[in-house]
């Protein structure tokens, strides 16, 4: 079958399985050929192709649910949005959420995700207190904090690299409502958004929507996003997607003038200053879920999201230094996400470092991959890196000067035998 | 209202049932030979929809055990999914007569076996209905699955009979005939996306089915006008076609 990433480039003819339990995937696993575990395909690039594929999504069970201490265990099938849809309406939320609530647990554990609220909780992986990991010979492991260390610091992040993540259990907050209480102040620039999000570091949740096309005293202009989850409200479950594009939107219809006016109408719409209001949180956390399928907006030739990171000693100039680039060379797009992050974990490849990071969605274009090549040194030389769940392109020099924990990752892959078994097109790019 | 499973692992049927529960509050009778499997299952839906949820072993082909199972539950289900069945191969069943017996004690005798059973209940309660899954591939002979296809039309033939006699004492029968939908069955077929339903919108026809007292529902709603095209080709012209 053809299968892609979420960024819809690169395709590939790939053979798929899939397992619902334990047994039939370790029989697999006995025969198979080097894959990769493919859950719902929401990372972007080319991290969980292969030409093999192994399908999470019907080993997706919720096996205990502790209703005093909100502790879940589910298979790694199970998505965020079926965790949501069970737990809210009894007063539970998830610590750590992304953007889109349409990953598996296995694919945010793999990935080790980030959301809006980093600055104070860190990634995914610190609400999960143990998984199950299946290893090439189809024995199972136990990983926590305590257990296999060396194995959970390298899975959580680990691009499924390690092997196959069975059950998890990981924690959920209380939450009074399913509102959020949301703030919205419209930044002049950069300086002004980055102060913001300095003096707002105790609120929970904060990020910046940028108009990366803004140039001059205008630039880095944004809408800056702060929530908390709401005392009163009800706890009512999520709404179902309401809108889908049926079909790739021809290439033409983004390019820098579109992409300009659409920015220039977005950030006149929101009004200088609201304080407080109430937003159910599901448009808060996902508001691109409500478009089944917004990945068609790209055209047929796909798109690509360039996140990186950069310390925060180098923020601003960093940020600056990118910005020009981007804004001269009018590749920009609507979708230009910034964010304080909190101090890094363990991890071995968890993206986030203390400082800002950015995150752009171009269309695939012949000039684009050059010109990110541009950016990718800039990154480096403020000591930042880029996520892996959103490449598709970086080199093998980038992501090893940015990720120096990878050789470990790289020893533990030799001696358990996992080169053998798990590889994706990304691992094979990147060498690891 | 307590719902009666057979069948339970198949994907299909682990989505009505998880229909039935959200919407019911159904409690469920998850019957299936694989027990490991099911009771994963069973607690699945136990946490997922606050209901309770107990799986039971259920041999579809051991017709003289189903007399004894259905005597086991208790409280008697309101309702009964029959949603097990047996693809087998078609090619192989054409020379081992095994085989061919296998797809139709799976897909017909085992179903006929177990629902006069509960139909007996039913009919002496007057009360129940019966959602039970059999194919478009029962409606008309095809050399590709025509095994198949013989032992599902069969059971889609028992099923109108069975509705026929039921209906008196208000107890209905659903016939579900469903195309192509994307499981572990049909996960290495290469059949055209448009065609294949999820299991979920599966769940959603079967159960818009019981709300709005509809007798046979196509899933998705399309195969009746593919199917309704496909009986209308004079048997001359269908004999000379591939299919």
Known sequence: MKLSGWGRYPWIEAAGVSFETPEELAGYLKTSAAGIVHGLGRSYGDSALNEHVIFSRRFNKIIHFDDATGV????????????????????????????????????????DVHGKNHHQAGCFSECVLYFDLMLPGGNVVRCSRDQNRDLFLATCGGMGLTGVVLAAAFRLQPVKSAYIRETVIRCRNLHEVIDLFEENKSIDYSVAWIDCLARGDKMGRSVLMLGEHAK?????????????????????????????????????????????RLVHLDPFFYPLDKINQWNRMYGRHGFTQYQFVLPKAAGRDGLRAILSRISAAGLGSFLA????????????????????????????????????????????????????????????????????????????????NLITKFNSLQSKRLGV | ????????????????????????????????????????????????????????????????????????????PDGVVLAFGYLGDQELAQRDFAEAERIVAANFLGALSVLEVIAADFERRGHGFIVAFSSVAGERGRQSNYIYGAAKGALTVYLSGLRNRLHRRDVRVITVLPGFIRTKMTEQLNLPARLMAEPSEVAEDVYRAFRSGKDIVYTKWFWKWIMLVIKSIPEKVFKMLKL
Not at chain 1, 257 to 268: A, E, L, P, Q
Not at chain 1, 362 to 389: E, M, N, S, T
């Open chain 1, 72 to 111: 879940v265990t589910a298979e790694s099938g199970v998505t965020l949005a079926e965790i949501i849809a069970t737990f809210l309406p009894r007063g539970w939320f998830l610590k750590v959420t992304p953007g889109t609530k349409f990953i598996t647990l296995g694919g945010a554990i793999a990935s």
């Open chain 1, 232 to 276: 009163t409200g009800r706890k009512t479950p999520p709404p179902r997607p309401s809108l889908s594009i049926p079909m790739n939107l021809p290439g033409f219809c983004l390019n820098q003038y579109s992409v300009s006016w659409f920015n220039h109408f977005y950030y006149h719409r929101q009004p200088e200053f609201v304080s407080g």
């Open chain 1, 337 to 416: 996400v910034l964010k304080l992050l909190g101090p890094k974990n363990e991890n071995l490849l968890s993206f986030p470092l203390e400082g800002y990071t950015l995150a752009l969605d171009f269309k695939i274009q012949p000039r684009l991959f050059p010109f990110l090549d541009k950016l990718d040194r800039i990154v480096l030389d403020h000591g930042g890196r880029l996520y892996l769940a959103k490449d598709v392109r970086m080199s093998e020099q980038t992501f090893k000067q940015g990720y120096p924990k990878w050789t470990e990752l790289h020893r533990l892959r030799r001696s358990l």
């Open chain 2, 1 to 76: 209202m307590q719902l009666l499973i057979l069948g339970a692992n198949s994907d299909a049927a682990g989505a009505v049932a998880a229909k039935f529960a959200a919407t019911e509050k159904a409690g469920l009778y998850l019957a299936s030979r694989d027990l490991d499997r099911l009771r994963n299952r069973a607690q699945d839906l136990a946490i997922r929809h606050q209901v309770n949820a107990e799986a039971i072993f259920f041999d579809a082909t051991d017709y003289t055990s189903h007399q004894a199972f259905y005597q086991s539950l208790n409280p008697k």
